[in-house]
């Protein structure tokens, strides 16, 4: 298996940034497809009808929270909000634009068991996890989440998807959204960047089974310098039948998904399930 250099190497600089964000305003479907923006307003009305009183706002992961935004235009202000990311920077930025009447933000790492913070437990809560799922490994994560779930709390998360019935086929169909100049800039400089140096060589995309669940099909960019290869970036495609496994796995239980169109982007609302016993997924 080839070494995998961490995700963080990819934004490690003001520079690699800036390039990343080019990529973004180049290639983001969530920019260039008014349809895919909808998706974000669409949960609300399912959320309305089954809020009864004041809820809190739990935004994980939630860089500047564009998304919530949209979300929130068609729901009551929050009672409390809480923005969490990894960058505190943008958690705070999220929590001064986002409208509630009470606002807290923290640094939290997703990927490790959360530490002790108190997340607010007086009324029910949403949890939003937007742009995550790709980058993070899945299954442990809805776990971790789901073991802080109460009855009366919702998970909304999306997922970006493989098209179709076939993972790998999907995967390939979105390949050009990827293998393209500028995130081939942003990922060479992030190689440039890199410490210890890579060797020469070159950057090729292709689809690989994720490492951890062979039937998952994930977009890679690689370093080839041979004989070593490196894998610089990737992001998983699930199709829609293995999110709805992981939501089996985690113990949760479907209320809504919401697809765009082209069934590249989806949004699982999900609930506790009843009489459950916790998840135990290893972290
Ligand atoms: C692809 S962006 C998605 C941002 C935003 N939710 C959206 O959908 O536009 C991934 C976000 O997750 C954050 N992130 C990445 N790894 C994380 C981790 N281990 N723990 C917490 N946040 C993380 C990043 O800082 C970034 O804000």
Request: glycine share 6%.
């Amino acid at each position: 298996m080839p070494s995998e250099l961490p995700a963080s190497a990819l934004y490690s600089s003001p520079a690699l940034g800036r390039l990343w964000k080019k990529v973004h305003q180049a290639c983001s479907p969530f920019l260039h497809r008014p349809a895919v923006r909808r998706l974000y307003q669409r949960p609300t009305s399912v959320l309305r009808k089954t809020l009864a009183g004041p809820y809190s706002l739990i935004a994980l992961g939630c860089a500047e929270g564009t998304k919530e935004a949209l979300l929130l235009l068609g729901m009551p202000k929050p009672a409390f909000l809480l923005t969490a990311d990894t960058n505190l920077s943008l958690a705070r930025r999220a929590a001064r634009h986002l409208p509630a009447r009470k606002k807290a933000f923290r640094n939290i790492d997703l990927s490790r068991p959360f530490p002790a913070f108190q997340f607010p437990t007086a009324t029910a809560r949403i949890f939003t996890l937007f742009g995550v799922l790709p980058n993070l490994e899945p299954v442990p994560l809805l776990c971790r989440i789901a073991r802080l779930m109460k009855s009366g709390d919702w998970l909304l998360f999306s997922a970006n998807l493989a098209p179709g019935k076939s993972g790998f086929a999907g995967a390939r169909k979105v390949l050009s959204q990827y293998n393209n100049l500028p995130t081939r800039r942003w990922l060479e400089a992030s190689v440039r960047r890199y410490r210890p140096k890579l060797p020469p060589g070159g950057l090729e995309f292709g689809v690989h089974p994720d490492p951890r669940e062979k039937t998952l099909a994930r977009i890679e960019a690689r370093w080839i310098a041979h004989p070593k290869t490196w894998i610089i970036f990737s992001s998983r495609r699930p199709t829609m039948a293995q999110v709805e496994s992981w939501i089996r796995i985690a113990h949760l239980k479907k209320t809504a998904r919401f697809l765009e169109p082209r069934g590249e982007e989806g949004l699982w609302l999900v609930g506790p399930a009843p009489s459950r016993s916790p998840p135990s997924h290893p972290d």
